[in-house]
C-alpha cells in the first residue's frame, strides 16, 4: 500500500513568550526571552530561582472554572493550545468524521503539581488517607489527551507518549506514521508540560541540570556559549493539526507546510546523560532523513535540541557535523530554547510549530545570549546567533532528546501542491 | 435556614460551580447540579473537611440531596 500524505493546517502555542501563536512566534523572532524570576511557588531556597513560566494567564479566560479545577495544568495548557489550532484548522465539525479523529500528546512528566499537592495534604494531614477522587484522573500523564478527545468528540486513536524530553516529538510521529497508513483523517498533536513546582525545580536542581544565573534569568539560557550553566526549565504547550492531505484539499484548508518524515533512535547508554559522540543524535537524524525520503543536503534549517547544558550542546553539534558533512555550514541551526526555556514533554511540540512558521516565513530565529564562542563549537557553524535571518526555508528539522536515551526529530516541508 | 445549610451551599456553589438559587433542599446533586460520580464523592469528603467528621460509606451513599446532607450533618456534627 502507498502511503497517505499529512499536513499540518492548525496550529497552537501557550509559551513562556507568549499564550497565542502569532504572539509566539512574533517574539521568538525578535529574539526574547521569556525566562524571569519563579511565581508559582516560593523558591526562595532553591539553587535556581528562575523559569520560564507562561505569564499574564487566566485560565478561567479560556476553561470554566469548575472544569479547569479538574484538570492539572499541564492538561490546562494543552486544552488552551488545542482550542487555538481548532480554531484555526477551521473544521465543519458537522463534517468531521469523529471516529477517525484523534489526539495524541505529548508530556514528559504528567500533573506533577497535582501529585505534589495531593501528597503534600496526606502529609500535612496528620497521613490520613483523604486523596481528593479527581487526584488520579488530572495526575496521570493520559488526562491530556482524554480531556481533548471529550472535548471535541474525537473517538479515534488517543493516547499519550512519554519519552521525556522528546514526547511531544514522538506524538507527533505517531500522529504521522497513523494518518499515513489511514487509521486516522485528523489528529490533535503535541505536548505539555507544567514542572514549574517545588518537587519539578527541586528534582532538576538535584540533578544538577538547570542554570543558576540567578542574577541574570534572562540571559541563563545561552546554547552553545562557552559559559553555558545548564538549562532554564519551561512551561506551556503547543498543538499542531495534522490531516491526512487528500482530506485537507478535499475542505479547503490552509496547509502551513507539510509533515514528511519521523525518526527515533536511542543511545542506550546512560538514564540521564547523552551519548559524549553523540551516536543516538546522529542516527536519529539518519533515520529521520531516511525516513523522509530526502537527502542531507536538502535541509535548511534544523531547531536543534540544544538545551544549553555543557555535555548535551557539543555532542549534538558533532553528530550535525558527522551526518550532514559540509552541508552542515551551509544551512541554518538554531535553539530557540534560548528563548522559551526548556519545555520538557512540550518542546518536540513548540520547536515543530517553530519550524513550521520559519518555512512560512522564511526566517530563522535566534540562538539569542551568545556572548563567547566555545572552542568546542566549530566557528564555521551558522548557529543564528542573537538575530534572526533571512533565508530561503524550504525544508526544516527538529530535534529532541530525553532522558532515558531517547531521540526523536521530524521534518517539515513547505507546501507546493501536488 | 440553619448555619449548616448555609455553609453546606456554600460548599456546592463553589465546587458545582451553580447558582445559589439552584441548591434548593429537593435539589438533587447528579440529577439536578450536574454533579457525576467523582463530583459527588468530592462533595462528601468536603462536607467531611468542613464540618470535621466523619461520614461512613454506606450513609454516604444515602446522601444524593441538598436537604439530605443538611439533615445528615444537623444530626451529627456536634
Not at chain 1, 38 to 64: M, W
Not at chain 1, 133 to 156: C, E, H, L, Q, T
Request: negative net charge; glycine residues 10%.
Amino acid at each position: 500500500m502507498s502511503f497517505k500524505r499529512v499536513v499540518i493546517t492548525g496550529m497552537g502555542a501557550l509559551t513562556p513568550v507568549g499564550n497565542d501563536v502569532p504572539t509566539f512566534w512574533k517574539n521568538l523572532v525578535a529574539g526574547v526571552s521569556g525566562a524571569a524570576p519563579i511565581t508559582r511557588f516560593d523558591a526562595e531556597k532553591f539553587r535556581t530561582r528562575f523559569a520560564c513560566e507562561v505569564k499574564g494567564l487566566d485560565i478561567n479566560d479560556y476553561i470554566p472554572r469548575q472544569e479547569a479545577r479538574k484538570m492539572d495544568p499541564f492538561t490546562q495548557y494543552a486544552v488552551i493550545a488545542s482550542d487555538e489550532a481548532m480554531k484555526d484548522a477551521g473544521f465543519d465539525t458537522d463534517k468531521l468524521d469523529l471516529d477517525k479523529a484523534g489526539v495524541i500528546w505529548g508530556s514528559g512528566i504528567g500533573g506533577l503539581k497535582t501529585f505534589e499537592d495531593e501528597v503534600l495534604n496526606f502529609s500535612e494531614g496528620g497521613r490520613n488517607p483523604r486523596f481528593n477522587p479527581f487526584f488520579i484522573p488530572k495526575m496521570i500523564a493520559d488526562s491530556a489527551s482524554g480531556v481533548i478527545s471529550i472535548r471535541y468528540g474525537f473517538r479515534g486513536p488517543t493516547f499519550i507518549t512519554v519519552s521525556a524530553c522528546a514526547s511531544a516529538t514522538n506524538a507527533l510521529i505517531d500522529a504521522f506514521n497513523y494518518i499515513r497508513l489511514g487509521m486516522m483523517n485528523v489528529c490533535i498533536s503535541g505536548g505539555s508540560e507544567a514542572a514549574v513546582t517545588n518537587a519539578g525545580m527541586g528534582g532538576f536542581n538535584a540533578l544538577k541540570a538547570l542554570s543558576e544565573r540567578n542574577d541574570s534569568p534572562e540571559t541563563a539560557s545561552r546554547p552553545y556559549d562557552k559559559d553555558r550553566d545548564g538549562f532554564v526549565l519551561g512551561e506551556g504547550g503547543a498543538a499542531l493539526i495534522l490531516e491526512e492531505y487528500e482530506h485537507a484539499k478535499a475542505r479547503g484548508a490552509k496547509i502551513y507546510a507539510e509533515m514528511i518524515g519521523g525518526g527515533m533512535s536511542s543511545d542506550a547508554y546512560h538514564i540521564t546523560a547523552p551519548h559524549p559522540e553523540g551516536r543516538g543524535a546522529y542516527m536519529v537524524m539518519k533515520n529521520t532523513v531516511e525516513n523522509a525520503g530526502i537527502r542531507p543536503e536538502e535541509i535548511d534549517y534544523i531547531n536543534t535540541h540544544g538545551t544549553s547544558t555543557p555535555i548535551g550542546d557539543p555532542q549534538e553539534i558533532k553528530a550535525i557535523e558527522k551526518f550532514f558533512g559540509e552541508h552542515a555550514y551551509k544551512m541554518n541551526i538554531s535553539s530557540t530554547k534560548s528563548m522559551t526555556g526548556h519545555l520538557l514533554g512540550g518542546a518536540g511540540a513548540i520547536e515543530a510549530a517553530a519550524c513550521i512558521l520559519a518555512i512560512r516565513d522564511q526566517i530563522i530565529p535566534p540562538t539569542i545570549n551568545h556572548f563567547t564562542d566555545d572552542p568546542e563549537i566549530n566557528p564555521r557553524l551558522n548557529l543564528t546567533f542573537n538575530k534572526a535571518q533571512k533565508r530561503e526555508v524550504k525544508i526544516a528539522l527538529s530535534n529532541t532528546f530525553g532522558f532515558g536515551g531517547h531521540n526523536a526529530s521530524v521534518i517539515f516541508k513547505k507546501y507546493e501542491g501536488d | 435556614m440553619s448555619a449548616i445549610a448555609e455553609r453546606v451551599k456554600q460548599i456546592i456553589v463553589e465546587k458545582l460551580g451553580v447558582e445559589e438559587s439552584e441548591v434548593t433542599p429537593e435539589a438533587n446533586f447528579q440529577n439536578d447540579l450536574g454533579a457525576d460520580s467523582l463530583d459527588t464523592v468530592e462533595l462528601i469528603m468536603e462536607f467531611e473537611k468542613e464540618f470535621n467528621l466523619s461520614i461512613p460509606d454506606d450513609q454516604a451513599e444515602n446522601i444524593g440531596t441538598v436537604g439530605q446532607a443538611v439533615a445528615y450533618l444537623e444530626e451529627n456534627v456536634k
